[in-house]
């Protein structure tokens, strides 16, 4: 390969695009990490399944769970069944279920191997609940399945909760139900509406401050059976407001995909320790697991400027994966898995592959390049000029 790929460019013309070609370190084996970190893993879906691929899953699991066997060699946990594995965008509860079990099984023969397990409603159509009780059974019909499986849970944002809820007081029985329940801590996520518009409003509040002030009620009231929670908003002064209040034993899990490296590696300032870092649950981390691991375990070591230097060149390519319309991100996320040779094709559950521009695509491949996050440059460009081919685009 020459290096060299004619890629289309934002004013719509045609450039010559010459790669770095340097990909980011990978760490050492055994390395350790001062933070725990998940990331959110995509689904391989299965492109030769006979379904109509807008209403049905259809999975490839020996490609998706050998995603997870890469990530947690690693050293990344895996948060399972996510809104990354298009859970609410193509991903039903039925085979979200089957995801987890799956990922469950594998991670018993894997030493140290984290999972997290999405738990939410999204079997209950919004349309179709009346009431809080019937979120808060739906909720319990997933808490139930997943720990029968021997799960970790994670509380996902509900699009049913949002329908019926007539305040924050509703929010607060329905999580008070659940965290009642449960037989081990769990993560709870906020997931603002640039990732789902449905939740707009979320903990019975458009206002930023008072959804806050209520889930941190919540998680007080509830402390001992809270990990953390993992926001989704995109805004890290909101994200280091809220984890100086958190309590004692509860962590931070950052989701904000446009500056999680300045808040992985923390101010250090707060009451606690907690309050002066986040751990990390990312989508972004699937998409640059190599350079993300190894970036962890420079942190571990001591080494925050070696961190910054590996992390800093991902922030733009991320913030262009999670460009708005936001939701679209995992388009992003399973190209860089094809474009790095882990998956064989580029195609995704309920037709995803198609929601982003083939400008948007190219500038994700020149920021891919510069980041060191294509781990087979050849391979990447090969791929990348088939993919253009197809949108008539021919490199000769």
């Given at each position: ?29 055994g390395a350790a990490f001062n933070r725990i970190a998940y990331s959110a893993a995509h689904v391989v ?352």
């Amino acid at each position: 390969m020459s290096g060299r790929i004619l890629l289309p460019t934002q004013a719509g013309g045609l450039e010559t695009y010459a790669l770095r070609g340097v990909p980011a370190p990978r760490p050492a084996g055994g390395a350790a990490f001062n933070r725990i970190a998940y990331s959110a893993a995509h689904v391989v879906a299965d492109p030769l399944a006979v379904v109509d691929p807008w209403v049905e899953s259809a999975i490839d699991w020996d490609a998706t769970i050998g995603y997870r066997r890469h990530l947690w060699s690693l050293g990344l946990g895996v948060a399972e069944a996510m809104d990354t594995a298009q859970r609410g965008m193509g991903l039903d509860w039925a085979t979200s279920l089957e995801l987890i079990r799956r990922s469950l099984d594998a991670a018993r023969d894997v030493p140290g191997a984290r999972v997290a397990s999405g738990c939410g409603t999204d079997h209950l159509a919004p349309e179709a609940a009346r009431t809080v009780d019937d979120v808060i059974a739906a909720y319990e019909e997933q808490v139930g399945a997943i720990e029968a499986l021997g799960g970790k849970l994670i509380m996902m944002a509900s699009r049913a909760l949002v329908r019926v809820a007539r305040g924050p007081d509703d929010y607060a029985r329905v999580y008070g139900r659940i965290l009642e329940q449960v037989r081990e801590p769990v993560i709870l996520h906020w997931l603002g509406d640039m990732f789902d518009p449905q939740l707009r409003g979320y903990w019975g509040s458009e206002d930023i401050s008072r959804a806050m002030d209520t889930a941190l009620q919540v998680i007080a009231a509830h402390a001992g059976k809270v990990d953390g929670i993992k926001i989704s908003l995109l805004d890290k002064d909101r994200e280091i407001e809220m984890r100086r209040r958190l309590p004692a034993g509860v962590r931070m899990y950052t989701g904000d995909d446009f500056n999680y490296a300045e808040l992985i590696a923390g101010d250090g300032a707060g009451e606690l320790p907690t309050h002066g870092q986040s751990d990390a649950l990312l989508g972004i981390f699937d998409a640059i697991a190599p350079a993300a691991s190894a970036a962890l375990a420079a942190l571990g070591q001591g080494d925050t400027a070696r961190f910054h230097e590996i992390l800093a060149p991902t922030v733009p390519l991320s913030r262009h994966i999670f460009a708005a319309p936001t939701r679209f991100y995992k388009t992003g996320v399973v190209f860089m898995a094809w474009l790095n040779g882990r998956q064989s094709h580029f195609s995704m559950v309920g037709g995803q592959q198609s929601t982003r521009s083939v400008q948007h695509m190219a500038e994700l491949f020149r920021l891919a390049d510069q980041a060191g996050v294509l781990e087979q440059p050849d391979l990447a460009i090969e791929r990348m000029g088939q993919w253009l081919a197809v949108h008539g685009i021919h490199q000769s």
